[in-house]
């Protein structure tokens, strides 16, 4: 009698993976437009609902605040409750803050609109680690190599084509298309993930850490809030207007207080995990090289990124005269060049490696933006067609880094740990687009302040009116400037201050573009200690080894 051979392990597979990929790829647009498309509908809020600068701010901003805080959280749920039925149900929140958005112009009003934005972080913040950490349990071979790629360069794309597309409803429809154009993407999303995705399990949990969840919360949340918050309330001294606690701007506590969270936080983490009990974030995963150094690439290669995105369309508005739509239109072209490079990563990778596409496209932005840095410099009012040249050459080469990055971080990376691996990543992305908009912002503001009193000493304004000028450019970060140019043009030499009030702006821009070309200049050195093609192969075959064996124990499960 033959003895009967233990059946392998299946790979958890999609009913099809062209079908599945199309459920995940809208659901992604769908969260990442929405942090994008609402810049550019705020000044039509604003003057529905009535209000001031800070709150129209916070309607941007408390979407981040929510989505950050709950994404480690979210991602640990996901694993232990399953990746689908989370991404299903963050679907559904998504949509029904869409509704609650759209409809709180008639119905509620500004708080009603708040809470439709809490709403939406709420489901933004389910739906996102779910899809990666399910890309990396369903997907092997060429298909995850492609995948990870649509998904990378899809994400850096929306940074472009969101402001494009958030000009386009407002220009030709109204507002609340910014809303009601999610709940369609949001449906058809859902669609697809419950008809041909499997759900997908990490390792389990008894019970839910609730300590660990409040102070990652706490934490994250504290971070984003002052890194928001730290160029409008000042960063250590209290700005005009702002409230002070001790003497000190609210912004260094909050830092603080967030700060010491998050190390309590991994504290009791660790102290979990040993003892074996539940836990939010397994702090082993960070022992994993391909991870914690992506993580880290992560965090200063999204601060340079949104350096440029953040000051770009304010020149063009402010300097050359464009209207919101065809600023949005330039930065498109950064967009759909990232799109384009980040589909032929892929092949690329293939004939190379990883490795060597990530540190070509750091390589390739890095260059653009020196390009733009003397571009702004020679040129005083530089030619639309020149600007989008170097934008398509640096989207070029963001498309082939973003498309990578997700890929590499996840290489390494357990089944058990998919979700939290993904929402480390994606809080990552988050604290960094906060703290670039943050230090950028600084920076930038620094240097209107050395080139903007430089440029209007040689006018032959009155000292008063100098003065009046230069507070009013930098105070504003060049909001003024068209309103200062029709005070001017009834002048003899209105003309000639004008243009050496936005060139001593555009100055402030290519310096401000030159640090930001230096942060991924850091961000490429960095790249350079990842594995190459034959070592990362090892890894990921080690891991789904890793991964069987844990299948067979039970710790973690597959649908």
Known sequence: MTEKKEEEPKEPKAKSKWLSLVGLVVAISAVIMDGTIMNVALPSIMQVFNLNASNGEWIVSIYSLIFCALLVTFGRIADALGRKKLLVWGLVVFALGSVLGALAGKFGGYPVLMGARVIQGVGGAMILPTIFSTMNAIYTGGMRIFAFALFGSLMSAMFGVGPWLGGLLVTYANWQWVFWIEIPLAAVSAVFVIFTIPD?????????????????????????????????????????????????????????????????????QAHRVKKGSSYIMDLRVFKIHTFSLSVAVQIVFRTGLIGILFILPQFLQNVLGMSALQAGEITCCTGFASLISGLLAAPLVKLTSTKTVIVWGMAI???????????????????????????????????????????????????????????????????????????????????????????????????????????????????????????????????????????????????????????????????????????????????????????????????
């Open 200 to 268: 997908t399990y990490g390792e389990k949990f008894k019970g839910l850490d609730v300590l660990g969840l409040i102070l990652s919360i706490i934490g994250f949340g504290g971070l984003v809030y002052g890194l928001i918050e730290g160029k409008s309330m000042g960063w250590w001294r209290a700005s005009s207007g702002s409230p002070s606690w001790a003497g000190l701007s609210p912004v260094p506590w909050t830092l603080f207080l967030g700060a010491l969270a998050i190390a309590l936080f991994l504290f009791w």
């Open 365 to 559: 932005q890095a260059l653009s933006l020196v390009g733009l840095f003397f571009l702004f410099k020679i040129s005083p009012s530089p030619g639309a067609w020149a600007l989008r040249g170097w934008l398509i050459a640096y989207g070029f080469g963001l498309g082939l880094t973003s498309a990578q990055l997700s890929a590499i971080l996840m290489s390494g990376v357990p089944n058990k740990w998919g979700g939290q691996a993904s929402s480390i990543q994606s809080t990552a992305v988050q604290l960094a687009s906060s703290l670039g908009v943050g230090i950028i912002a600084s920076i930038f503001t620094a240097f209107l302040w050395t080139e903007i009193p430089a440029a209007v000493n040689n006018t032959s304004l009155a000292p008063q009116e100098k003065q009046s000028v230069t507070t009013s450019v930098i105070s504003t970060q060049g909001a003024s400037i068209p309103e200062i140019e029709k005070g001017l043009s009834k002048r003899p030499n209105g003309a000639q201050v004008d243009g050496q009030v936005k060139r001593g702006f555009e100055n402030g821009i290519a310096d401000t573009t030159l640090v930001s070309a230096g942060v991924l200049a850091a961000s490429f050195v960095m790249c350079l200690w990842f594995p190459g093609k034959k070592k990362l192969k090892e890894e990921r075959k080690e891991v789904l080894e890793e991964d069987a064996v844990e299948e067979k124990e039970g710790i973690v499960e597959r649908a």
